[in-house]
Structure formats: C-alpha cells, structure tokens
C-alpha cells in the first residue's frame, strides 16, 4: 500500500478502476482523480465517475468543460496541445466553479495556460517514462528552474513510480500528478 499524506494532494489519471486501484485510493485522502481519457460514453467513465460520487473524491476530465459542467465535475485539465482561450474565459465555466488545470511542458506553454484562466499548472516530464526519453526529461533541477517565478505551485508528473517517488521532496511541489502510482510494481 502506498500512502502520500506529506502532499496536500494526489491527482491520479486512469482510464479504468480494478480492485487494487480501489483499495489505495481509499487508503489515501487526500488523492483526486483525472479521467485519462476522451471516451467519455464508456462505462469505465460511469464507473469511475460513480466511485468518486460515492467516496467523495474530486474527479476531473480531459478538455471537455460542457461535459464537466454538465455533469456537474470538479475540474478539466486543459492539455498542452489545446491552446484554445475563447471557451476558459467564457462566464458559464466561471460561474460553475469549475477548477481549470492546465498542463504544460515548458514556460512558454505556462504563459498559455494562465490565459486560458488555469489556476493550476501540471508541468512534466518530470523523471523518465516510455513516451518521454532521457533527453527530453525535466529532472529535478529543470523543474525547479522553469517553475521558479511562477505564481502557482507546479505539480509535477511523468514518470513517477514507487521507485521514484523519494525524489519528489526535492522538486519545489506541496502536490503530484501521477498515471502509475497505483499499477502494480514488480
């Protein structure tokens, strides 16, 4: 079992809820989760949807403020490819009180997430991942540097696993964004 109470908050992205997935979500308080996904009439969604519902866990989906507004979510997470601004700003998201969650690579996205009215930015690569090589990793020091006169707390992501996870206290983040936290380690 993992616990992360030293973190104010653990966002979680799945696509799917298994038993062992359960099991440490309900162990740790403090985690909220991001469907990882844009098949949003699946029943996995449903299914997740409902165990959030039913646990009192925030739930956020992938670009898709009509459907988290309709759906009455917590949040969206604006990945780094929509540099969309017109639908952020629009009165009917402020007015649901909707938490936008920008995700970026680098400062320059940074500076698009904010205008999109983002109040949270996700900045990775952090550690190594099979999407991400070496080469194109923040690492610890990076992260710190690009995120130094933001006016958020990052939250950093990619490539945070059990074996990894020591090395969090050192990025400058009270939170985390991880999609294999929860998968089963060998």
């Given amino acids: 079992m993992i616990t992360m109470y030293q ?4 966002y979680i992205f799945i696509d799917d809820i298994n038993d062992f997935i359960c099991t440490n979500i309900e162990k740790n308080s403090n985690i909220q989760i991001i469907y990882n996904s844009h098949d949003f009439k699946s029943d996995k ?18 670009d898709n403020y009509k459907l988290a507004i309709k759906n009455r979510l ?12 017109k639908y952020f700003g629009n009165p009917l998201c402020k007015l649901s009180k909707i938490e936008i969650i920008g995700k970026t690579h680098s400062q320059a ?46 939250i950093p992501l990619g490539g945070i696993n059990i074996k990894n996870y020591k090395y969090l206290n050192m990025v400058k983040a009270k939170t985390f964004a991880s999609a294999s936290i929860f998968l089963r380690q060998k």
């Fill in 109 to 154: 996205d940074y500076f698009v997430k904010i205008k999109q009215h983002s109040t949270k930015i996700i900045l990775s690569p952090l550690f190594e991942t099979k999407k991400y090589s070496k080469n194109n990793i923040l690492n610890v020091i990076k992260f710190n540097l690009i995120s130094l006169n933001w006016k958020t707390n990052p």
């Fill in 7 to 10: 973190f104010k908050k653990v």
């Fill in 74 to 85: 917590d949040g969206i997470i604006i990945s780094h490819n929509n540099k969309t601004i």
């Fill in 45 to 62: 969604f449903i299914k997740i949807k409902n165990f959030c519902i039913k646990n009192k866990i925030k739930f956020y989906i992938l």
